[in-house]
């Protein structure tokens, strides 16, 4: 899967455990520049070094798997988990350096008139 976003912020690679270690992404993405979404993205392993050349602020294209795992708590109560594993990520030109923010159409004035229509229709 991929998606297109800004980095709003990278974390340091933490020491999970003895044998892994993980790196996270967090993605500003604008499908609604109303409502803009923060997904966070995990980078593990030797993956976590894709994120050494990344900064806040850079419109990047990032390449992830959809991961979910069940997990059963002591009382037997079953949950499940879902996590966006980071496999590759392409800064996209006007990052940091360009526009502070993304292009998008200008809203419409949803409130004019029918009078002020001028289509033949």
Not at 72 to 87: A, E, H, M
Not at 96 to 104: I, R, T, V
Request: glycine share 6%.
């Amino acid at each position: 899967m991929d998606i297109k976003g800004k980095v709003h912020e990278v974390s340091p690679t933490q020491q999970v455990t003895e044998t892994l270690k993980k790196r996270e992404l967090i993605l500003e993405y604008i499908e609604n520049p109303q409502y803009p979404e923060y997904l966070k993205f995990e980078a593990i392993q030797d993956r976590c070094n894709l994120l050494d050349n990344v900064q806040v602020g850079d419109n990047v294209d990032v390449s992830f798997n959809l991961k979910g795992r069940p997990w059963t708590d002591k009382t037997g109560k079953k949950t499940y988990f879902n996590s966006l594993q980071l496999w590759k990520i392409n800064k996209i030109d006007g990052g940091a350096a360009g526009s502070s923010a993304p292009e998008y159409a200008p809203p419409v004035d949803l409130t004019s008139s029918a009078d002020d229509d001028d289509l033949p229709f």
